[in-house]
């Protein structure tokens, strides 16, 4: 199978014909060549070529009529394999050339005889090669390729306008990619700036590629490599097409602007991240301890035309060893956890009896806690406020505690862990810990209000604070159920007293709180003190006294 690549008329861009011999039908198909234009463009743009086994394909082109001679370039990429690639010219007289052109008959010796054939150049290998001459209108030239391992693809790039925008990307004199900072999740790269970029900015930028086995020598190995590897989505590399045609399932437009594409293959994660003509980009949301392999192609998405920069690898720093605190008996603890991070927290608790109690109180949000021992998992549960755990093992057993903010807020957490298994923290609380007040029994300087009491001998302890209308949700939605009474200003307090009933039914008690100021309104707090010193606070009330009496 032959083809021919052939200008169109008052354009510089060439046509591919089909021929099924490689000299004998020259003449017709010029002369068809010339009043059909229905043909494949290739000039100024990158084309992927398919390249079978052991089968030379055959490309010819003349330069475009009207034209005496013109500088071109011609840009061949291996995708995969090495090839075998040669430009040929089959240059002829004036006369000869001219009688191509008419619809006469040409006898097949006539053309054998006036065209003499010579190698203009030759490679063999896998690395990208560009071929640069002067194309006259008296020659027909001829490209070869050839795969001697197996199926496979190339782009080829072919022009004669050498002074516009349509140039091939250029490297700068030192293609490499410098590694500037590796850290556990994140490497910094630089490259220096490609001439082509500098000058056309809106038409070319640089893209990045990483994966996790080894760098590419060009942008369609990339792609026959990912191909070859299963990548599981077939949308094709977003570094050689433009952002509007790409799946936008698989798109993410960075905050940047940079644009992100990840794939899975069998080989690992492939990221594909187009940054635009900046020549400085940190990757994000790397492995720790992971070696990558990054690449850089500098791409023209006006004639899909790329050049790589020499790749590079890092590999990223070993995830530190978590900060572990140690818990000691009976000892209460409070510390923040971050819920933006999602940092864990790490606890750490040797027994001293066969049976552990643990003791959690979140003083805002909802938290969520993990404990485990010899690296099984015995328990995992989110909650909001107290929350209280009884673990058996044996004598020695060390329990490691990870706690978490299970809210994009910050959260404050008390915990505390004891072995006396006999001597609870807390006593069996009243299923509600709400305060309860009554309309009937509200003058214009007193309120009366009730709460649930438990079957142990408790302290309770009431506290007031006088608020305005406007105050009332933004204090009982912040408040800090960790803080206690020893938070709260010694004007505050209203009383203290012991309360307890072995049967739960009738384990209420009241107060009536005097000396208020009418139509005011007032929030109540009720503290319940236990023997751990862990006060367990009720849900604030708020009431307004009576204007008039």
């Not at 052991?54 to 995708?79: D, I, K």
């Not at 400085?280 to 006006?302: A, E, G, I, K, M």
Request: aromatic share 12%.
């Amino acid at each position: 199978m032959y083809y021919l690549l052939l200008p169109h008329r008052g354009t510089q861009n060439f046509c591919l014909c089909w021929t099924p011999h490689p000299i004998a039908f020259w003449s017709s198909t010029l002369y068809l060549a010339k009043k059909r234009l229905g043909f494949m463009h290739l000039l100024s743009h990158s084309h992927m070529l398919h390249v079978p086994l052991h089968f030379t394909s055959r490309y010819y082109f003349v330069l475009e009529e009207g034209r005496m001679s013109a500088p071109f370039a011609v840009t061949v990429t291996p995708c995969d394999v090495p090839i075998e690639w040669n430009i040929r010219v089959h240059k002829t007289s004036q006369t000869s050339h001219e009688a191509m052109w008419t619809l006469k008959p040409v006898p097949k010796y006539y053309i054998y005889l006036h065209f003499m054939v010579s190698t203009l150049y030759s490679y063999r290998g896998n690395s990208v090669e560009t071929y640069t001459g002067m194309s006259y209108y008296s020659a027909v030239y001829m490209l070869e390729f050839l795969s001697i391992e197996r199926d496979t693809q190339i782009t080829v790039y072919l022009t004669t306008d050498t002074t516009s925008e349509h140039l091939y990307p250029e490297l700068p004199m030192d293609p490499r990619i410098d590694v500037i900072s590796v850290g556990h999740t994140t490497v910094t790269l630089a490259w220096k700036h490609s001439p082509t970029v500098l000058k056309y900015k809106e038409k070319v930028q640089y893209c990045l590629l990483m994966n996790e086995k080894h760098n590419h020598k060009s942008l369609c190995a990339a792609e026959a490599a990912i191909r070859l590897s299963g990548m599981k989505s077939q949308q094709p590399l977003a570094l050689s097409l433009s952002p509007h045609i790409l799946d936008p399932q698989h798109v993410t437009i960075l905050s940047n602007g940079a644009m992100n594409m990840v794939s899975k293959s069998s080989n690992g994660e492939v990221r594909q991240i187009c940054v635009g003509t900046k020549n400085t980009y940190t990757v994000p949301n790397l492995s720790p301890n992971t070696q990558y392999y990054f690449d850089v192609f500098v791409v023209n998405f006006l004639s899909n035309a790329s050049a790589a920069y020499t790749g590079t690898f890092a590999r990223t720093l070993e995830e530190p060893e978590p900060k572990v605190t140690e818990l000691k008996d009976g000892k209460v603890i409070q510390f923040n956890v971050d819920g933006r991070k999602q940092k864990p927290y790490h606890l750490r608790y040797q027994a001293k009896h066969t049976q552990v109690q643990f003791a959690f109180q979140s003083c805002s949000g909802q938290i969520r806690v993990k404990i485990s021992r010899g690296g099984k998992l015995l328990m995992s549960e989110n909650f909001a406020g107290l929350r209280h755990f009884m673990v058996k093992g044996r004598v020695g057993d060390r329990y490691l505690v990870h706690l978490w903010s299970a809210e994009p807020s910050n959260d404050s957490v008390k915990v505390q862990v004891s072995s006396l298994f006999y001597k609870p923290f807390f006593p069996v609380l009243p299923e509600s810990l709400k305060i309860k007040s009554f309309s009937k029994l509200r003058t214009c300087d007193s309120v009366t209000i009730a709460w649930l009491g438990t079957q142990q001998l408790s302290k309770y302890c009431v506290y007031k604070k006088e608020i305005q209308e406007d105050q009332v949700w933004m204090e009982t939605r912040n408040a800090d159920r960790c803080s206690g009474p020893e938070l709260r200003r010694k004007d505050d307090k209203v009383m203290c007293k012991y309360f307890h009933d072995l049967n739960l039914q009738r384990a209420v008690t009241t107060e009536t709180i005097k000396g208020l100021n009418a139509g005011t309104v007032y929030l109540f707090d009720v503290y319940l003190i236990g023997s751990s010193g862990i006060p367990v606070r009720y849900y604030s009330k708020v009431v307004k006294t009576r204007k008039k009496c």
